[in-house]
């Protein structure tokens, strides 16, 4: 709690939902018509932050679709027919990086066999011309296109140029869209050509080869260019036909979007400083929707119920008027869930139903009676333990974490402990179920700052908390 603010119309209205923390693509097939995932390596290039950054994010686009399930090579050179006989496919994204020519070799061999390739405009960069390589790829890089590496992102049309291909089936005729694609490409013969720019060069090709298939992408310049519709779209579809020769994918694939049927999170901050770290809190976790912030002013200025199933209370709340006491009361009386974290234990210095009854603690802000106020110390070490068994803290191993301390809380004696700290400057347990008896409450007395923010095992109390107050945790 160092340095409180007054934040009293503070209102963060941005949602804290970031791109990972999706779980199924804006549209997507019917669930159980899916056939199994197809097994997918992506070759990512070595040392190359680029092909890195492309890699991880094509790998969420592939198992993102449901379709596919993606592992990843970063030494692509020298592999063998045996290593990639468990896949049905390949994505080469070795920006720069030549595979060798034994792995274009057991490419060759992989494809022949009736398995799938897909080349990025990473892949394309490395401009092997080995025979193995331009047998599979069928396509070699004019001097105009050397030149035109540094052309800049810009608006263009993709032209769909076989809508009777499977990838293109059904796809629109002219796609706008923002990228920097490779250019001045030659095709060789046995190649269809899928889409292409206003100049009619290729840039979404495909061909056959032995029992397989090939698939070539000159869009996706980087992870920009790769959250375009017409990228994400033209990528899964062609992906897939590559596996298996088929596309159950729609027509149309943007970005995923938040679980629709998620667990309904609101987050109340306000009143306290903090680093905005913390919001990175909720990303990543697919049972959650969008996660909305607000203060607990304007939050509670209606009735919440039927709105949320936990609030996550981050804030230091000085008071409510009767009308949000009502509200909150409601929520906690209805069963729901309710998660407090660091200094959230500060609020409602007035409310003995709140710290009595609901969190079961209190950061006394001032000595009364003979009982001093609690104590903060900054950058402590904590060893973390659990106080006993508990579907919260399941499968958490002891942890080490520097944060803050809070000594002499009032603590109730009928929460039941969940961790406990060897640091003296702390009170012994340091997250607990409050006493309450309608709804389930956790407090967690961690979470300064991004020391704890970023800790797998602090993630992981945050996110079974949530899950446990909402009963979705056994
Ligand atoms: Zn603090």
Redesign the pocket.
């Known amino acids: 709690?160092?340095s409180p603010i007054e934040s009293a119309g503070l209102l963060l209205t941005f949602s804290l939902a970031l791109l990972w923390t999706l779980s199924s693509p804006a549209q997507s097939v019917t669930p159980g018509a899916q056939p199994a995932a197809l097994r997918v390596l992506i070759l990512s290039g070595e040392g190359e932050n680029n092909s890195r950054e492309s890699t991880v994010f094509l790998r969420h686009l592939l198992q993102d679709s449901g379709r596919f399930e993606a592992r990843v090579c970063e030494s692509p050179v020298g592999l063998t027919v045996q290593t990639l006989a468990s896949f049905e496919m390949v994505v080469d994204n070795s920006i720069g990086t030549s595979l060798g020519k034994e792995t274009e070799k057991a490419l060759e061999t992989f494809v022949n066999s009736g398995k799938g390739l897909v080349v990025t405009r990473g892949g394309l960069d490395a401009a092997s011309t080995s025979s193995a390589w331009l047998k599979l790829i069928k396509a070699t890089r004019t001097a105009k296109a050397a030149a035109n590496v540094d052309a800049p992102l810009h608006l263009f049309e993709l032209k769909n140029a076989s809508p009777q291909h499977p990838v293109m089936s059904g796809l629109k005729t002219n796609w706008r869209t923002a990228d920097q694609p490779q250019t001045g490409l030659t095709l060789l013969s046995g190649t269809e050509v899928l889409g292409t720019n206003g100049q009619n060069e290729p840039l979404l090709f495909a061909s056959n080869y032995g029992k397989g298939r090939v698939f070539i992408t000159a869009l996706g310049h980087d992870v920009g260019a790769m959250q375009e519709k017409a990228f994400i779209t033209t990528f899964l579809r062609g992906a897939e036909w590559a596996g298996s020769g088929k596309v159950t994918l729609p027509t149309e694939i943007a970005l995923p979007g938040p679980s629709t049927n998620g667990l309904r999170v609101l987050v109340i901050t306000g009143g306290h400083d903090h680093e905005t770290a913390f919001y990175g809190l909720f990303d990543g976790y697919k049972e959650f929707g969008w996660v909305p912030v607000s203060d607990s002013t304007l939050a509670f200025k209606q009735d919440i119920r039927s709105k949320y199933d936990v609030l996550v209370f981050y804030d230091f709340t000085r008071d409510i008027d009767d009308k949000a006491k009502k509200n909150l009361r409601d929520f906690v009386e209805s069963g729901k869930g309710v998660v407090v974290l660091?200094?959230g234990i500060l609020s409602f210095q007035k409310w003995p139903w709140w710290y009595e009854e609901v969190v079961g603690g209190l950061y006394r802000l001032e000595s009364k009676g003979g009982i001093p106020n609690s104590t903060v110390k900054f950058g402590e070490e904590h060893w973390i333990t659990s106080a006993g068994k508990h579907p919260i803290t399941e499968g958490l191993t002891p942890f080490h974490v520097t944060d803050?301390t809070y000594k002499g809380l009032l603590i109730s004696s009928n929460n039941v402990p969940l961790l406990l700290t060897d640091n003296a400057t702390s009170d012994r347990t340091v997250a607990w179920i409050g006493p309450c008896t309608t709804s389930k409450v956790v407090f967690i007395q961690l979470g300064?700052d991004h020391s704890p923010f970023q800790h797998p095992s602090y993630r992981a109390l945050v996110h079974n908390s949530i899950l446990w107050t909402a009963g979705k945790l056994k």
């Open positions: 709690m160092k660091h200094h803050e300064h």
